[in-house]
């Protein structure tokens, strides 16, 4: 049976990657500052799965604790989803977000490499690409300019991560590049719990049905697209987490540097988006038209061939079921997890 760490695992993505690890008989450890999520995510993942991931609450940016977690627990292989993720957020506090996510993730290596570890799955993002130059985004398209400082963030520690690799041809690096997750897993027990105002589209949708929020600001309807509003690949989080697993696979089988989109191919707008979600509740969901947000690109949207024929996964799950279980999930949880 093999051990994994999961970084970040109490948050969105990560829970519901534990959820699978756990129900295909992995031991997991999960190290998590709860920064940004709750322990109750865990709890109803052990509730959910009648299994348990040993969970230490601490900081990747902690040397003392990385070390004794490596002492304590011999780990097969690093799931690291650990990192500040706000895009408006990064841009005020730059040096709160390169430390944790570029900072965090050497400190990480350097514990892993100390202890002999050498097997991680990276979260990266399509933010990586930049404003795309052509589409659909392949991984052989170079990296581009992202424009906030969580989208260097991302584009500095896949840099950091191939130098490393570069270096020492023993590692097994899968850099997973993720395009717009959304939903949740579907006994609607765990979902995305942002703090405050959602900065992404899906739970601000959400919190808009709930009536929590009175409208869904549109960010712009003059885009080159088919009607004027943002293109975006969203993928069930259910899917997203079982690309996860099919890395752990590929490192088994000695992935050495490998980097992989993980999206449907499939571009979706955001009226397109609160049409299909005002089925999936069965209400109309207000929205306004506002101005274009800053940085935005206008589509944007995956090759994922490379992940079906390297990974064999693919996506399973479509726009409906990214809604429904959104609006299970917020609708069974208004406020997100007891705070
Ligand atoms: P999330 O915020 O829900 O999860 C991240 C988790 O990391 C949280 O539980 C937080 O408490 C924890 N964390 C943050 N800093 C930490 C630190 N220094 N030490 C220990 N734990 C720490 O975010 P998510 O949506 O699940 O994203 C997971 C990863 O995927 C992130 O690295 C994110 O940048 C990346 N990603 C997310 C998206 C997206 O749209 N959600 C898209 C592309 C990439
Ligand atoms: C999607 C579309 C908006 C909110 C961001 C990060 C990326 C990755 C995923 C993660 C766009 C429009 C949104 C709203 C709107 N990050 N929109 N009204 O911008 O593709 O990607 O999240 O860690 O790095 O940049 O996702 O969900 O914010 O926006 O009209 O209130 O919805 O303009 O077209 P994005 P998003």
């Keep these: ?11 969105y993505i990560g829970s519901h990657t534990v959820l699978q690890l756990l129900e295909n008989d992995y031991k997991v450890v999960v190290l998590d500052n709860l920064s940004n999520s709750s322990p109750e995510s865990l709890k109803r993942v052990e509730e ?8 230490i609450k601490g900081d990747i940016l902690d040397d003392a604790c990385l070390n004794s977690l490596f002492s304590d627990y011999t780990i097969d292989s690093v799931i690291h989803f650990a990192g500040l993720k706000a895009v408006g957020e990064s841009v005020v506090k730059p040096m709160h977000y390169y430390e944790n996510n570029v900072y ?107 009536g929590k929020r009175e409208y869904l600001s549109v960010f712009g309807n003059d885009y080159d697209t088919p009607d004027g509003t943002g293109v975006r690949d969203y993928i069930h989080v259910e899917d997203l987490a079982n690309g996860h697993l099919k890395a752990l696979a590929k490192i088994d089988d000695n992935a050495g ?52 024929a390297e990974l064999n996964w693919k996506a399973e799950k479509g726009l409906k079921e990214m809604c429904e279980d959104s609006w299970r999930w917020q609708s069974n949880n208004p406020d997100g997890y007891p705070k």
């Excluded at 959910?48 to 969970?55: E, L, M, N, P, R």
């Excluded at 930049?130 to 990296?143: F, V």
């Excluded at 929205?287 to 944007?300: L, Q």
Aim: glycine fraction near 10%; hydrophobic fraction near 35%; aromatic fraction near 8%.
């Design 1 to 11: 049976m093999k051990t994994i760490l999961v970084t970040g695992g109490s948050g």
């Design 48 to 55: 959910i799965t009648g299994k348990q991931a040993t969970f």
């Design 104 to 210: 965090g993730t050497l400190n990480l290596c350097k514990a892993m490499k100390a202890h002999g570890c050498k097997n991680i799955v990276f979260s990266s993002s399509a933010t990586v690409y930049g404003d795309p130059i052509e589409l659909p985004l392949h991984e052989n398209l170079p990296t581009g300019k992202p424009t906030n400082p969580y989208g260097q963030s991302k584009l500095m520690v896949e840099l950091i991560l191939s130098d490393i690799y570069k270096s020492d041809k023993e590692w097994n690096i899968v850099l997973l590049r993720y395009f717009n997750p959304a939903g949740a897993h579907a006994s609607g027990r765990i979902g995305e719990d942002p703090n405050g105002i959602p900065n992404n589209l899906m739970p601000f949708i959400t919190q808009v049905a709930t």
């Design 257 to 308: 540097l490998f980097t992989c989109n993980l999206g449907t191919g499939q571009g979706y707008s955001v009226l397109e988006m609160v049409k299909a979600f005002e089925q999936a509740s069965g209400k109309p969901l207000p929205y306004k038209i506002a101005p274009r947000r800053e940085g935005d690109v206008a589509s944007c949207y995956a090759d994922p061939k490379l992940a079906t």
